[in-house]
């Protein structure tokens, strides 16, 4: 199984600061089949960042998304209020697919 | 624009059999070559991959699950459906269907209790 670890836990940040989120695989993630997820109070997870890289359909272009094998980052670079939220990292290439922990975005 | 959305009872009674259906609108569950997976999220934590089943056919379950998980696809409807068995407290959660990577259904609680 792929563990996924995130950190930090928690990031606090004010408004119009660059964010970077970490996600770190305990095996190599084959076709950078890695995801990124961001979910607000009550809502359902919202797709940012699929294949390591790429953005999905309407994400902002502040949102970008590197890495490959077992290390892999999601940039924010300038926090809009929108944004304070939690992170999720997700590998889909081997299974059991499985979720990092979550990073929470908070403001500062 | 496919869009998905999930169903069923909102209460289970412990040890009964949890069975949820996800509707798919927008596009063909059989085409497009995509993948389908159900997910919950127990409250106030994290995210759990519980079942997947290919364009081809192939399913895989959460090893933690495995006994008691069931995915299946229902192509005539355009739907595809979880089954959990034997279902306690800690089975609480908001459950997720999605087409693998996206999109995801806004979720349903389920919730187990007498």
Redesign the interface.
Known sequence: ?IVLTQSPGTLSLSPGERATLSCRASQTVTYNFL?W?QQGPGQ????LI?GASSR?TGVPDRFSGSGSGTDFTLTISRLEPEDFAVY?C?Q?DS????????TKVDIK | QVQLQESGPGLVKPSQTLSLTCTVSGGSISSGGYSWSWIRQHPGKGLEWMAYLSYSGRIFYNPSLKSRVAISVDTSTNQFSLKLSSVTAADTAVYYCARVPEPWGQGTLVTVSS
């Open positions: 199984e995801a997820y359902a997870p919202r797709l699929y999905a999720y997700h889909y299974s059991p697919f499985t979720f990092g922990p979550g």
